[in-house]
Structures are given as C-alpha cells and as structure tokens.
C-alpha cells in the first residue's frame, strides 16, 4: 500500500542543457536543487517515479536534534532553522513545527544514555531537558503510566512526509527549475576525466556538475559507474491510523512503540528500529561492512525474504546507456508490509495509549531505508568523477535533515563557505582504498 502522498504535475521537458541536474527527487535532492536555483543555477531534477514517492514520504516526519550522532548535530540545528526559512521564504506548507518531542523510559541504562548526550548537547549549545519520574509521568499522562524518566526536546519537531517534498518541488519550479518525473537516470558521460553529461532515458542533458540523490538506489548506480558505495536497506514497515484521536503527544518515543501526530489530525505508529532484511545482491556483498551494526541491532531485525532481490534497488547488474535500467522496471519502490510487524504495533499502541484502542487504521505501508556501515550519510564529490556530488546513506535521518544537506550540497557546488563542515560525511571515508575500482570481496 503506497503511503499518502501529494502529487505535483510537471509538465516542461527535459532541456538539453543544464548547470547541474539532481539525480533523484527525494527530500535531499529537491532542497539541494532549491538551494542552487536559489542561486540562479540552471537546474534539472530528474525523478525515475513521483517527487517524495520512496522513503521520503514514509518515515515519521521526525525533525531532531535529539540523540543524533555528533557528527551528524550540526547539520540538523541548521536544518531546524532552514526548515522555518523555506516556509517564511516560499509561502509552501511543509507541515514542519517545532512541537517538541517527549522520550519516555523505564530502562535505567537509557536514561543514563540520554543523560550523557543532554551533557554533551550542552557545549554545543542544544536544550534538551531532563525529565524526573514525576515529570516524565505527567508528560506522558495519556499512557496512563508511571516512568522513571524521560527527556523534552522543546525546539525538535515534525514535518508532514506526505507534503514536504512536493511542497520543496513546488518552489523549485516557481524558481524556474525544471523537474522531470517517470525519467530515470542512466549514467553519465565524461570529457576530460570531469563530468560533461547526464543520460537519462529521454535523451542527454549536457552538465559539469550533478547530484546524486538516489537514496536505496545510490549504490547500484554507482557500480554501474564503476565506483564502489558501501550501502545496505532494510524494510521498515508502519501505519497511521485515522483522524479523531485527541490528548496525545504530538511526537513520542518508548521502546514499546512510537506515535507522531499526523498533519490531517491522524497519528503514524512505529516501533523504532524495527524491520526486516530482505537478502539482496548488494547485502551479501557489502556484509563485511554491515554484520557488526546488524549485530548491534539483532533484537529488532529479522530475517526478511526475496522482496529486495526482486525489487531491483540493490542490484548488481550492469547496463549500457541506451539500454532499460532497474530504475525504469520499478519506478516507485513500494515493498510488501509486514503484516506480523504492523499488528505488532497496533498491539503496543492500544495497550500503552488507551484512546487508540477503537482508532481505525487508515493506511500501513514499507519503506527501504537505506544506511552506511558507520550510520552517517556520504555527501560529497565522489574523487575519481569530478563534479559528481553524492548525497545517500542517510540511515533513517535523512528527512529531518533534508534542508541542511541541501543547502550543503549547493555550497560545495557554488564555492561558498559550507553551512557546516563537510569533512565528517565525505564519502571516501567509507573505502578509502576502493574508489575507482569495484572489486569482489
């Protein structure tokens, strides 16, 4: 079942020239494509399938500083502002507000954890606050509960997944950028040893610089260009139930499960970390790099099936330019829920929120996210194709973070001072040694 999602017509076609195109219309690549028509580049996006099909429109809309990799905080303090300045600057409606997100627990161990991030989050100049049992009680109230503790995010909040891409679309396109749906990627071309040309299945748009924002499909693109990009999804399933519900927090976490309010008044359910391992061509090549955060994680993965084999995101086939790719025989990745996952998370939500036990279920759907070995995204020029910026491997944090890495993106394009450092996220760091030549393991 597709998750909900708004639908934008884009009509113009595919131009012949371009100062950048954006390969992927996913959350990243429609803010970095705002940003740099923002700076009055000549922008193409090109999207396989729908803006905000895949994982864009099917996380829980989570914008947060909350527990994120240190590496990872300063890009999402500067996406939190970003995301306010995009709707001051557009009028576009993304669904983002600072509504505060409440983490409730009754494991002594994770308290001590959040505890240590809250100290760490201090000398970065991050508020995040510390709840007693009491105080974590009385937050958490509609539980009907009693915690040890808890923490409040006051200044985090949320988007609307099913609008925040299409809305960032929208303003490209009021910008004069061009976006170009159902047309897939097919390569590149170079003159020189730089990036000259990006194929796409409607012909050749001629570029010096390109942005690779393919999210679960980033790394099959890059073996086809002969670059090794260690990436690895797993299918996450979750569903919203419909409207009506009221007194619940707009945004809460336990380990029992996950509620976040939904723009239309609904609530979208999950149980964080929570999915399945579909055996891919990709998964059984990189597993070297990814069994130890597998094993970190065993007691939410399981074993999934052929549905990732099937799908085609994590491929190891080769094309020629002209000939159909994985991307064009599935153009939105939509995988099969996991039906014993999704009345898993019915069961917790009903037995710890009681307003939800009459809630109707309004959709359920599955998402690939897709990950790097050390949990951080890669952005940055892929060094042996120059003016190829890669931008993937966003580990589930991608959405919240989308304006930031935009905004990245279009400064290392442009020249300009990056909005934070880009050093933690470049993608050599993965396999310094293997860039420029795919070799079996």
């Known amino acids: 079942m597709p998750a909900p999602l708004v639908r934008i017509e884009t009509m113009a076609p595919q131009p012949e020239i371009a100062d950048v195109v954006v390969i992927g219309g996913g959350i990243v690549g429609v803010f970095a494509a705002y940003y740099l028509v923002r700076r009055g580049l000549k922008v193409v996006l090109v999207e396989k399938g729908l803006i905000g099909a895949e994982q864009s429109s099917r996380n829980w809309g989570w914008c947060?500083?909350?527990n994120r990799d240190a590496r990872e905080l300063p890009i999402a303090t500067k996406s939190l502002d970003l995301w306010d300045q995009f709707a001051a600057d557009t009028g576009e409606d993304t669904g983002f507000r600072r509504c505060g997100l409440l983490y409730l627990s009754n494991n002594e161990d994770e308290l001590a954890g959040w505890a240590r991030w809250r100290d760490f989050a201090r000398t970065v100049g991050v508020t995040t606050h510390m709840l007693s049992a009491e105080e974590a009680t009385e937050r958490g109230k509609a539980t009907s509960k009693q915690w040890k503790g808890g923490v409040y995010s006051p200044s985090d909040g949320t988007a609307d997944p099913s609008k925040a891409a299409p809305a960032v679309a929208r303003a490209i396109i009021s910008a004069g950028g061009v976006i170009?749906?159902?047309?897939?990627?097919?390569?590149?071309e170079t003159s020189g040893?730089?990036?000259?040309?990006?194929?796409?299945?409607?012909?050749?748009?001629?570029?010096k610089?390109?942005?690779?924002?393919?999210?679960?499909?980033?790394?099959?693109?890059?073996n086809n260009l002969g670059v090794r990009f260690p990436q690895a999804s797993v299918r996450s399933s979750i569903l919203s139930v419909e409207p009506g519900i009221e007194g619940l927090p707009d945004a809460l976490h336990t380990a029992e499960v996950s509620v976040t309010r939904r723009a239309d008044g609904g609530h979208t359910l999950a149980i964080s970390g929570r999915a399945r391992v579909d055996v891919t061509p990709q998964q059984i090549r990189f597993a070297r790099y990814f069994v130890p955060m597998f094993a970190r994680r065993w007691r939410n993965l399981a074993p999934g099936g052929l549905e990732g084999w099937r799908s085609g995101?994590?491929?190891l086939a080769r094309w020629q330019l002209d000939e159909q790719t994985p991307m064009e025989r599935m153009r939105v990745l939509d995988p099969l829920v996991d039906e014993s996952a999704v009345a898993e998370i019915l069961r917790r939500a009903r037995q710890l929120l009681p307003q939800l036990a009459k809630a109707k279920v309004a959709a359920k759907?599955?998402?690939?996210?897709?990950?790097?070995?050390d949990g951080v995204p890669a952005i940055g020029e892929i060094p042996n194709i120059p003016g190829l910026i890669l931008a993937a491997g966003f580990s589930g944090h991608g959405f919240g973070i989308g304006p930031g890495t935009g905004h990245l993106i279009a400064d290392l394009m442009t020249g300009r001072t990056p909005i934070v450092d880009s050093l933690p996220y470049r993608p050599e760091r993965l396999v310094a040694s293997a860039w420029g030549k795919v070799a079996d393991f």
């Open 209 to 222: 610089l390109a942005v690779l924002a393919g999210g679960a499909w980033a790394s099959s693109f890059c």
């Open 313 to 315: 995101h994590e491929s």
């Open 180 to 188: 170009v749906q159902n047309c897939a990627a097919r390569g590149i």
């Open 64 to 66: 947060r500083q909350q």
């Open 365 to 373: 759907w599955a998402g690939y996210v897709d990950s790097t070995p």
């Open 193 to 207: 040893g730089r990036l000259s040309a990006v194929v796409t299945e409607k012909g050749t748009i001629r570029t």
